[in-house]
């Protein structure tokens, strides 16, 4: 680290870190624009694009369908709407001290299936499926994009054309340049002031504001802001590793690269045969479909009589003065149609545009997730996995950082309970825990048919709960605990004794009564 720091301590300014690691992004740059060029042209447009610019317009739409309809599904997958995507667990001597004490259990998995929902309805609350939809199009389409999430705001979403950074040999982020544009209304004030001393300060006109961030060590990060060389007091401090809000993400990883190699780029070939041949046959049914009249020289027929014809006129002249010109192209515009065909068939498999997947319908079960996390997998080569190590499990850190900070979830113990997200064949969430849980009260039943004392050793109440932690409920004044029922056993047993007293009174007041009778009697 102290290579780094020397490294970038030499060059003081943000805009000269920019400018020093920009050169090494600019290949991967030129293929996002060309990938953008051919699906999404607004995505990555060229540089020195502005609102009046007018943008390439492609011939085909299987590339725009195609990043949509991925993006949709890896959206549906990265952030489930019907149950959280990550478990927290126990580890460390936590867990052993709680194999060794059973009934404690599920009590603790109650407690972190209530952290797991409230973590989840912060992510609904922030309104992130907007931002990450918009990220998962950028990686599919430009292989990079970087994503910052601020305190109590939605998360922001940097193309590649706006920032650079550096990795180490094993991929993990050392530095981050941020470039963007900002009004010089919107500085802080005595950074206008200093702006004005210099000469730069100008109303009506926006300035570039660079981001910096680098690792200082293993657990922290420097962060500060720079307009004209001049750093901003305010947005001077360090960030923890573990709760760091800016992530650099990659569709596909490659060893020794700063940046990640796009998910369109590994179909590139196909999408520009699928575009050419998409306007040679647009071009060539136009030129076919036009339709030209020759009269022959010297011919009876005039040509303004035939021009100015309406259905139904009579004119004179010839049937033999006028031909009609024609292409006579049919057999080649069919031999493009069945090439683009071809073409969008692969395209479609590539971008699981033929995999019915979901169904459908407003919610979408757990199964179904599972099923669509396997397709993905398969298909796509681990790509899901590697958006949930280095998206998924960041932000839930993050967000469950910042709620125990503002007291949202009861502060965990360091080092006791960590996410993990589960991802792929396995299942997402607690749902796969569910299903084994099901299919062992199935087995249980069988076996009670045989022997009805299995049931016997089934804990009811423990049951009960792991089941509603499963399906993700709020077992809270729904559930009786331990305490409850004893108690009500105990008042049930009170009121059996007090019965059993009121019968036995009520047998023997009789026999009193007539003794009493005798003795008066005598």
């Given at each position: 680290?102290?290579?780094?720091?020397?490294?970038?301590?030499?060059?003081?300014?943000?805009?000269?870190?920019?400018?020093?690691?920009?050169?090494?992004?600019?290949?991967?740059?030129?293929?996002?624009?060309?990938?953008?060029?051919?699906?999404?042209?607004?995505?990555?447009?060229?540089?020195?694009?502005?609102?009046?610019?007018?943008?390439?317009?492609?011939?085909?739409?299987?590339?725009?369908?195609?990043?949509?309809?991925?993006?949709?599904?890896?959206?549906?997958?990265?952030?489930?709407?019907?149950?959280?995507?990550?478990?927290?667990?126990?580890?460390?001597?936590?867990?052993?001290?709680?194999?060794?004490?059973?009934?404690?259990?599920s009590?603790?998995?109650?407690?972190?299936?209530?952290?797991?929902?409230?973590?989840s309805?912060?992510?609904?609350?922030?309104?992130?499926?907007?931002?990450?939809?918009?990220?998962?199009?950028?990686?599919?389409?430009?292989?990079?994009?970087?994503?910052?999430?601020?305190?109590?705001?939605?998360?922001?979403?940097?193309?590649?054309?706006?920032?650079?950074?550096?990795r180490?040999?094993?991929?993990?982020?050392?530095?981050?340049?941020?470039?963007?544009?900002?009004?010089?209304?919107?500085?802080?004030?005595?950074?206008?002031?200093?702006?004005?001393?210099?000469?730069?300060?100008?109303?009506?006109?926006?300035?570039?504001?660079?981001?910096?961030?680098?690792?200082?060590?293993?657990?922290?990060?420097?962060?500060c802001?720079?307009?004209?060389?001049?750093?901003?007091?305010?947005?001077?401090?360090?960030?923890?590793?573990?709760?760091?809000?800016?992530?650099?993400?990659?569709?596909?990883?490659?060893?020794?690269?700063?940046?990640?190699?796009?998910?369109?780029?590994?179909f590139?070939?196909?999408?520009?045969?699928?575009?050419?041949?998409?306007?040679?046959?647009?071009?060539?049914?136009?030129?076919?479909s036009?339709?030209?009249?020759m009269?022959?020289?010297?011919?009876?027929?005039?040509?303004?009589?035939?021009?100015?014809?309406?259905?139904?006129?009579?004119i004179?002249?010839?049937?033999?003065?006028?031909?009609?010109?024609?292409?006579?192209?049919?057999?080649?515009?069919?031999?493009?149609?069945?090439?683009?065909?071809?073409?969008e068939?692969?395209?479609?498999?590539?971008?699981?545009?033929?995999?019915?997947?979901?169904?459908?319908?407003?919610?979408v079960?757990?199964?179904?997730?599972?099923?669509?996390?396997?397709?993905?997998?398969?298909?796509m080569g681990?790509?899901y996995?590697?958006?949930?190590?280095?998206?998924?499990?960041?932000?839930?850190?993050?967000?469950?950082?910042?709620?125990?900070?503002?007291?949202?979830?009861?502060?965990?113990?360091?080092g006791?309970?960590?996410?993990?997200?589960?991802?792929?064949?396995?299942?997402?969430?607690?749902?796969?825990?569910?299903?084994?849980?099901?299919?062992?009260?199935?087995?249980?039943?069988?076996?009670?048919?045989?022997?009805?004392?299995?049931?016997?050793?089934?804990?009811?109440?423990?049951?009960?709960?792991?089941?509603a932690?499963?399906?993700?409920?709020?077992?809270?004044?729904?559930?009786?605990?331990?305490?409850?029922?004893?108690?009500?056993?105990?008042?049930?047993?009170?009121?059996?004794?007090?019965?059993?007293?009121?019968?036995?009174?009520?047998?023997?007041?009789?026999?009193?009564?007539?003794?009493?009778?005798?003795?008066?009697?005598n």
């Amino acid at each position: 680290m102290e290579i780094i720091n020397e490294v970038v301590t030499r060059q003081n300014t943000a805009k000269e870190r920019y400018e020093t690691l920009k050169a090494d992004r600019q290949q991967f740059l030129d293929r996002a624009r060309e990938c953008s060029e051919l699906t999404i042209p607004s995505l990555i447009p060229d540089e020195g694009h502005n609102s009046t610019s007018e943008l390439y317009s492609p011939f085909q739409s299987v590339g725009a369908r195609g990043v949509n309809n991925l993006a949709s599904k890896l959206l549906l997958l990265l952030l489930p709407p019907n149950s959280p995507f990550f478990r927290l667990q126990i580890s460390g001597d936590a867990k052993k001290e709680m194999s060794q004490q059973p009934e404690m259990k599920s009590n603790i998995e109650k407690s972190l299936g209530e952290i797991e929902r409230d973590v989840s309805n912060k992510i609904e609350e922030l309104a992130l499926r907007t931002s990450v939809f918009e990220a998962l199009k950028h990686l599919i389409v430009g292989g990079n994009v970087l994503t910052y999430l601020p305190k109590d705001d939605t998360m922001r979403v940097y193309p590649l054309s706006q920032f650079v950074c550096r990795r180490d040999p094993q991929g993990t982020l050392i530095e981050i340049v941020i470039k963007e544009s900002i009004a010089h209304t919107a500085l802080d004030e005595d950074i206008k002031e200093q702006m004005k001393i210099n000469g730069d300060y100008k109303d009506d006109e926006n300035c570039d504001i660079y981001t910096h961030i680098y690792k200082l060590d293993t657990k922290k990060f420097y962060v500060c802001q720079e307009v004209k060389g001049i750093k901003i007091p305010s947005t001077i401090g360090t960030i923890m590793a573990d709760a760091m809000p800016y992530q650099a993400l990659r569709m596909v990883r490659i060893d020794s690269e700063n940046y990640g190699r796009s998910f369109v780029e590994e179909f590139i070939g196909d999408l520009k045969s699928l575009e050419g041949l998409s306007q040679s046959l647009v071009e060539s049914a136009a030129a076919s479909s036009k339709v030209v009249f020759m009269v022959k020289p010297n011919a009876v027929t005039r040509k303004r009589d035939l021009a100015n014809t309406r259905n139904g006129d009579i004119i004179t002249g010839s049937e033999g003065d006028v031909a009609v010109l024609q292409a006579n192209k049919q057999y080649d515009l069919q031999v493009v149609q069945q090439s683009i065909q071809k073409l969008e068939e692969r395209m479609s498999y590539a971008f699981l545009l033929h995999t019915a997947i979901q169904r459908d319908a407003e919610r979408v079960t757990a199964q179904e997730i599972r099923y669509m996390a396997e397709q993905l997998e398969t298909s796509m080569g681990g790509v899901y996995s590697l958006l949930s190590q280095e998206f998924q499990l960041p932000l839930v850190r993050v967000l469950m950082k910042r709620m125990s900070q503002n007291k949202e979830i009861p502060s965990l113990p360091k080092g006791t309970v960590k996410p993990t997200i589960i991802t792929g064949i396995e299942a997402l969430g607690r749902g796969n825990d569910l299903q084994k849980l099901r299919e062992f009260v199935a087995e249980i039943g069988q076996l009670a048919q045989i022997n009805p004392q299995v049931v016997q050793a089934l804990n009811p109440n423990d049951l009960i709960t792991r089941i509603a932690t499963g399906l993700g409920i709020d077992t809270e004044g729904l559930i009786k605990s331990s305490e409850q029922l004893q108690a009500e056993q105990q008042q049930m047993m009170d009121m059996q004794q007090q019965q059993q007293l009121m019968d036995t009174a009520q047998q023997v007041a009789p026999q009193v009564a007539n003794n009493m009778t005798k003795e008066m009697g005598n």
